[in-house]
């Protein structure tokens, strides 16, 4: 039996490991006894009142949030729910959310109604702590190589996956530019996405032939076809094996164009295999993987350790490294953030650190310092308007005066440099070229905001398309831009890891690129064939 799916590249032979999830909580929620029940909502409650109580001090609205936690009320129905209704915690608060909201929202006052939405939020935020309490490894069984076939990956559980036992994956929702296919790519682990109903059709432990190249996976195939398969699978090995001959040296074109290929990567085992793989240096090191496996908010000391780890392993050859871009679908379990129907297009990426200016500038001191000891560069994400930019670079020299006071060294000259992922910038792009170092397009953010289509969201994946007219077009005119303004631009999203689409970019005047470590030998050979 065979069924189809979107795939990123390469081949998986193996043993299927089937995980069915709860998707309405992310993790699967174990109802226990009443007395445990109060417990975990009584630890919830109290969490999200310390949380809250923290964040009172930046702005008002939170105060009010807070005085909502701490409401007796609020806390003798989630009681009640549970003792006398039978309630498991998340239930009994959801419960209680609406009888306040319904309480808001009766009320004949344009105000109090709207006050029906900060209870939601609170109540939201403390099944956070409930979700985050009770969150366990449902991979954790995952003890051998295997297939591993799932409903859906969320970045968040990236740091939960064993990527040394797993060969291959298949989900029946997601995208192939969502973070888990992303990173899996990174690690050159073949991907199916969009596969339906594969977690009922396929069982643990039926045999799996992956064909992430054409879309496909064989469950249980004929010897015939298990034959066909290590064929080709062994013909693509041996050009794989002579395109790395040659990756770590130069990509040049016939012409005589130079064209770093850079890498991207999330954590310092990912730089490492770039820069086996013939990386010439890192071009986006998502530096919110490194912010997910820890159990709390790295502090200054803890990032600037990081940073210069990441700066020793590449040497002299450049890291830039973009600044924490969560939101939308990239959360920190020690960071609940308020509801928001429309998560995407809310307060994610740099908005989101420029309301928490402590977060930033922590950060940029960090990187900052990380750069006496390598050749750093510093990416703000997910840009829209340049006033923000202007914020973040004030924000950035405020950090750089604050280390002069303190004697530390930093890269004086060090650049700073956008990601192109809005509309806004595209528009722009001339008045956003004359502020900065460099742009770095990224084409998965890029193409949901230009082609109005969800990268995550398998029924719109006909308009999620990086190779649409539109998009081109965009790319033209902010290549041209930067060029105006004598400052390079590549590619980081995941369009620049295909090498059918190598010479389209060269041709459109990308200067460099920045690719999954897999690719990198084969976008090499691509370079050297451009006329
Ligand atoms: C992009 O949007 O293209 C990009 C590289 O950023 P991320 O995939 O991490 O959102
Ligand atoms: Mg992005």
Redesign the pocket.
């Known amino acids: 039996m065979i069924l189809q799916g979107i795939g990123t590249n390469g081949l998986a032979m193996g043993e299927a490991y089937v995980v069915q999830r709860d998707m309405t909580t992310g993790h699967s929620y174990q109802k226990g006894s009443c007395e445990e029940e109060l417990h975990s909502a009584t630890e919830a409650l109290q969490k999200a009142k310390e949380h809250l109580l923290k964040l009172a001090g930046e702005n008002d609205i939170f105060s009010a949030h807070f005085e909502i936690a701490d409401d007796p009320a609020l806390q003798e129905v989630i009681e009640s729910n549970i003792r006398v209704n039978d309630m498991s915690a998340p239930d009994a608060i959801e419960a209680a959310s609406k009888v306040f909201e319904n309480l808001f929202k009766d009320i004949d006052d344009a105000y109090l109604q709207a006050r029906a939405d900060d209870v939601r939020d609170v109540c939201m935020q403390i099944k956070a702590f409930i979700r985050q309490s009770s969150q366990k490894n449902p991979f954790q069984g995952i003890s051998h190589k295997c297939i591993l076939v799932t409903n859906e990956l969320l970045p968040s559980d990236i740091p939960l996956l064993n990527f040394d036992n797993i060969t291959g994956i298949i989900t029946s929702k997601g995208n192939p ?1 969502s ?1 888990v296919c ?1 990173i899996a790519s990174n690690k050159g682990i073949p991907a199916l996405v969009g596969t339906a109903h594969c977690t009922e059709t396929i069982k643990s432990g039926d045999c799996l032939l992956l064909d992430a190249d054409n879309g496909k996976v064989h469950i249980n195939p004929s010897p015939d076809c298990i034959h066909d398969f290590e064929l080709k699978a062994g013909l693509q090995k041996h050009d794989q094996a002579e395109a790395v001959k040659n990756a770590r040296l130069t990509a040049v074109t016939i012409g005589g164009r130079v064209v770093p290929v850079l890498a ?1 990567a999330g954590s310092p085992d990912d730089i490492r295999k770039a820069l086996e793989s013939g990386a010439d240096g890192i071009g ?1 090191l ?1 530096s919110e993987f490194l912010f997910m496996e820890q159990e709390r908010c790295p502090d200054e000391e803890t990032q600037v350790q990081a940073y210069t780890h990441a700066a020793k392993l590449c040497r002299q050859q450049s890291l830039t490294i973009r600044t924490l ?1 969560i939101g ?1 679908d990239k959360l920190l379990p020690y960071m609940p953030l308020p509801h928001e129907d429309n998560p995407f297009l809310g307060q994610r990426g740099i908005r989101l650190t420029l309301a928490h200016v402590e977060l930033f500038k922590t950060q940029i001191r960090a990187i900052l310092r990380a750069s006496s000891e390598g050749n750093i560069q510093i990416m703000l ?1 997910f840009i829209s308007d340049i006033l923000e930019l202007e914020h973040a670079t004030e924000l950035i020299e405020e950090c750089k005066k604050e280390l002069d006071c303190r004697h530390i060294a930093y890269d004086k000259m060090i650049k700073t440099g956008i ?1 192109v ?1 809005t509309p806004s910038v595209v528009l722009l792009a001339s008045e956003f070229a004359s502020r900065v170092d460099f742009f770095s ?6 193409t949901q905001y230009i082609m109005a289509a969800d990268r995550g969201n398998n029924q719109v994946s006909k308009y999620y398309n990086s190779t649409h007219p539109a998009l081109l077009k965009a790319m033209q005119l902010i290549a041209s831009a930067a060029h105006q303004h004598n400052i390079p631009v590549s590619v ?3 369009l620049a890891s295909d090498p059918n689409y190598t010479h389209m970019l060269l041709n459109i005047g990308i200067d460099r690129l920045s690719v999954n470590s897999s690719a990198i030998p084969l976008i090499k050979e691509k370079i050297r064939n451009y006329k």
């Open positions: 530019t973070h992303i991207n986006l998502r871009d939308g994400p990601m992922e397009i990224g084409t998965n953010d890029l980081c999203g995941e």
